[in-house]
């Protein structure tokens, strides 16, 4: 088992902006979490979190991103772009890009799944998480929370994630030999910071171009939406006010209960 070690995860690197500080913990609640203390005390953009395993992993819709210890990559970046708060998306979708990258390095093809995820051969194998803090619109700080499988056996992917499981995987699992945790880490920040750089230089069209690209776009999907049915308008479609406060009208589709807030923790 390797360790996390922030010289290491320098050595893998050469990146100017993201990881200059890196602060490796061992357990963790969150790394976005532990991030989020480390902003508010005025951290420097670019300064990383990164732990050996987490007890409060967090993905989107509250969800629990299971975080054993000694095999997968925990890891969030502070970054301060000066956007408005709708570029926020964009930001998610680079970053499942700048996983993508690092996992192609690998030699493996990834492809990313609206809003963030990363997938193999149509697992999932990393999800990424935004969380950002904003004022008159603008983002002060934006932390992207990346968890990526790396070295989890099948096995363990099976006993941990449950009726998940068969829709995940890890890097290990498809390339059969252990991944370093350091070197991996090391590359991501490479790679995000390439497409943040680019992102701030040549705007948002490249990148967009690129996701379409390595995304699913054809294929046909069901889309989830979660908010407060607030009324049906005058054709009978189902009005939604969405947790942002803008509200849409649903023409076609099925209306669920919400889950209770234990089965919101399962994967
Ligand atoms: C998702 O697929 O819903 C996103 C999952 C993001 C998980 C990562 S692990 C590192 C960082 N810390 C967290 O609590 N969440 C993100």
Known sequence: MDQLDADAIKRATQTQLLGQEIDVQG?????????????????????????????????????????????????????????????????TLLGSLAVADTIEAHGVTAQVKWPNDVLVAGKKIAGVLSEVEAADGHIGHLILGIGVNLNLERHSIDSLLGTEAARATSLQEVLGHVIDRNVFAGMLLEKLEARYLAFQAKG??????????????????????????????????LLVTLDDGSTIRVREGEVLPLPRARELQSR
């Open 27 to 91: 357990e963790v609640d969150s790394t976005s979490a532990a991030l989020l203390r480390r902003a508010q005390a005025g951290a420097l953009e670019g300064t990383v979190v990164i732990a050996d395993s987490q007890t409060a992993g967090h993905g989107r819709l509250g969800k629990l991103w299971i975080s054993p210890p000694g095999v997968n990559l925990y890891l969030s970046v502070l970054l301060k772009p000066p956007f408005h708060i709708r570029e926020a998306h964009v930001l």
């Open 204 to 237: 948002r069209q490249p990148l967009l171009t690129e996701w379409r690209k390595r995304s699913f776009l054809g294929s046909r999907v069901t889309v989830r939406v979660e908010g407060i049915a607030k009324d049906i308008d005058e054709e009978g479609c």
